[in-house]
């Protein structure tokens, strides 16, 4: 009779709250609504947490782990004793909170869901990458192994907690307006439930906020009784962690929800967690993103190429110019033949052609000389092409023999330069030769 009332009083409370909003995820069956979402502005109330289905109290069962001395603490003794092993979760997607336990940094899939890289920062700021070890969307829980030693904390059965008993929430909230240091806040045991996909979960009033998220709730004997996961919408001071039955069947027992992804290699399929073991063990340094270790993995494992002959770069940038050369060649040859007969046009249309082609780096030399040569030959020939012309105007007029007499300062100017630029394109040619042999 005791079981079919607490049953007929879960389904009250769950009925009230689809009403208050709070909708099923992850199949029909589930009645947790999305858990603190991280993915939301830094300064919105989460979206909900989980709705329970019963008012049942966990069932009996072994402890979570045998706790060697059970001392109650301080409030400030219990809380100092586990914020070394809290840290910030940090993706590109948002932050949260975690906690040290023997098997890893502990803490929420919504937190690290679908995260390329995984990021913590311990309470003294050292900031390191995390690989994904364990994930479940139905439990809400994922397990991380960072490179950075930390204290492990204990987790506690919630077998023996009782209704008002006053529980601390160590975490991250709103690090973009607090900075980097642990909020602790405090509340007292409202309840224990468990969902109708056997997740059991801690009610406390204790206060939760964006980033809170996979820290961990505390007893006064300073060990984890359940992870922070989110708060019944539109509700104040209903908030719930997972509880440590429900962890260790995530550490222990198949993954229900979200597995871990695994990578195809070289080797075959591997987890993130079996590339981090294998990496390590050759000495790689990090960093630790998955993207880094797939791309070190990658090069570990890749096969020895053959050695290749390592390419002469001069002998190629030679067969560039022997290949180049012949079209130069017949340029130079124009050039020739339209100074010869004073053709100051070609002379000038064969430089634009010239200066509009690519050449190899060991024939520029030669190449800009020459251009230097046939600009100062084109301007010698106009003259010469006019002469016959100014010579008859300096037969007629005083100006006429002034600008005959400037005509021929300006081809000896011009002249000059041809002989200074044909010695430079002899140079150039030796050096060439020098380079490339004979």
Not at 39 to 68: H, K, L
Not at 87 to 109: P, R, W, Y
Not at 283 to 306: E, H, N
Request: proline share 7%; charged share 15%; aromatic share 4%.
């Amino acid at each position: 009779m005791t079981s079919l009332m607490r049953l007929i009083g879960g389904l009250a409370l769950l009925a009230a709250l689809i009403s208050a909003g709070v909708g099923p995820i992850g199949g029909a069956q589930t009645i947790i609504h999305a858990p603190l979402a991280l993915a939301q502005e830094a300064d919105q109330e989460p979206d909900s947490a989980p709705g329970p289905d019963s008012n049942q109290v966990a069932p009996d069962g072994p402890p979570a782990t045998t706790t060697p001395m059970l001392v109650a603490l301080s409030e400030a003794d219990a809380a100092s004793r586990v914020t070394p092993s809290v840290v910030q979760v940090i993706t590109k997607d948002g932050t949260g909170s975690g906690v040290k336990i023997a098997s890893g940094i502990l803490t929420n899939e919504h937190v690290v869901h679908g995260a390329d890289r995984i990021e913590i920062i311990s309470k003294d700021g050292v900031r390191v990458d995390a690989v994904l070890v364990r994930a479940d969307a139905v439990y809400d829980l994922a397990l991380l192994q960072p490179n950075l030693p930390l204290p492990a904390v204990d987790l506690e059965s919630t077998e023996q907690l009782l209704q008002g008993q006053t529980l601390l929430l160590l975490g991250y909230p709103r690090t973009d307006v607090l900075g980097g240091q642990a909020t602790l806040t405090r509340g007292l045991l409202s309840a224990l439930r468990v969902t109708s996909d056997g997740v059991t979960y801690v009610q406390t009033d204790a206060a939760m906020n964006p980033g809170n998220s996979g820290g961990p709730l505390l007893n006064l004997h300073g060990n984890v009784v359940g992870i922070a996961v989110g708060k019944l919408k539109d509700t104040q001071g209903i908030n719930f962690g997972i509880a440590t039955e429900s962890i260790q069947e995530f550490l222990n027992g198949p993954v229900r929800g979200t597995p871990v992804p695994t990578y195809n290699t070289r080797k075959g399929t591997r987890t993130a967690e079996q590339i981090h073991q294998e990496l390590s063990a050759a000495g790689y340094p990090g960093p630790w993103d998955i993207a880094a270790m797939l791309a070190a993995y990658d090069r570990a494992t890749a096969p020895t190429p053959t050695p290749t002959p390592t390419p002469n770069p001069v002998l190629a940038q030679c067969q560039a110019v022997v290949a180049a050369y012949p079209v130069f060649d017949s340029a130079v040859q124009d050039a020739a033949r339209a100074s010869a007969r004073n053709d100051y046009q070609s002379l000038r249309s064969i430089a634009v052609t010239l200066r509009g082609r690519t050449y190899p780096t060991l024939l520029l030399p030669v190449v800009n000389a020459f251009l230097r040569m046939i600009d100062w030959q084109a301007a010698a020939a106009e003259i010469r092409y006019n002469w016959p012309l100014l010579q008859v105007l300096a037969s007629q007029t005083s100006n006429g023999y002034f600008a005959l007499a400037a005509a021929q300062a300006d081809l000896n100017r011009d002249d000059g330069e041809v002989r200074v630029a044909a010695l430079d394109v002899e140079a150039a040619t030796r050096q060439l030769l020098q380079t490339c042999g004979r």
